[in-house]
């Protein structure tokens, strides 16, 4: 089958947008055909990683109808609405990636495990979750990652709870998306951090409770002043060094007793090699530091977070600012790369 999607051809290279060959699915494959896919900070730490193969297919939040399925797939049939993830609909114990799907490009094979910068897309039929019929063609895609990134860090790694404290440093599709479930589990105060004050009065829509620009003041220090000693939970969803290091102190302190654990920090965003903490937030304070890795169980929580859309809880349509098209991909990124999108991005097909 002939498709079209963006290609990433090389590191420092724009991507191409051209024709493509998708095989038949293989017993344990899907093919959807697209109409929406995010777009992620993800894709752009792969395309700025000289270590990522090419050519290889980006993308791993997309919606679609699924067209094909392959003989040992069970869960989806031809003619379901389906969300295609990277994080797979069953738990797997350990790190786990599936093999590409077999797609082709001027006969040559196509990297990546799970793709939805193009217009169909072939993948193990683990990353393709049924949802309802009714789901929203464009904004269920983002679902499919900024959501579950984001809200699954604070229900599932974090477990926030009514009453809590949280701060997110960052406010894209992930921060925000943290901020509203947050908002959702009744936390407060909710303190969202950014060096751009646009965002920030944005982050306020989705239930942010107080702001604090980094550019401006020390956000360590701000935070600590306006809670009294710090927050129950602080989620990095930027993943720079600098906030690395600063969602650990702005946590509040525990102490001596084996009940007396401190805040925990959690880590979203994609990380750089190296960071530096002081060992006694372990140790003097039993603060916590955690990594959340799209802690999310798609069969169940992606009903839950479009229920939570149609009810008025969860603003998807406001989340999602700005609309491409495949051919306008290198504009999105650059828009992307340059923090000109509140919010998420989409593609549209």
Partial sequence: MKSRAAIHVGHGKPL??????????QPDQVVVKLYSSGVCHSQLHQMHNIETQTPTLLGHEGFGVVTQVGSNVDHVKEGDAAIVTWVPREPIRGRFTAPPGGATWQEEPLAGATYTWGEDAIVWGGYVVRVDDDAPKDLASIVGCAVLTGAGAVTHTAKVRPGDSVAVFGVGGVGMSAIQMASVLEAYPIIAVD???AKLEFAREFGATHTVNASKTDPVEAIIEMTNGGVDYAFDAIGLRITNEQILPVTRSGGSGADNI???AVLIGMPGPEMTIWPGHFMFHQRQYRGSLGATYPDKDF?????LYKEGKFQLDKLVTKRYRLEDINEACDDLQSGKILGRAILEY
């Fill in 195 to 197: 060096l751009d004050d």
């Fill in 16 to 25: 191409i947008v051209d024709e493509i060959d998708i095989p038949d699915p």
């Fill in 262 to 264: 401190g805040g925990m």
């Fill in 303 to 307: 009903s839950m977070y479009l229920r």
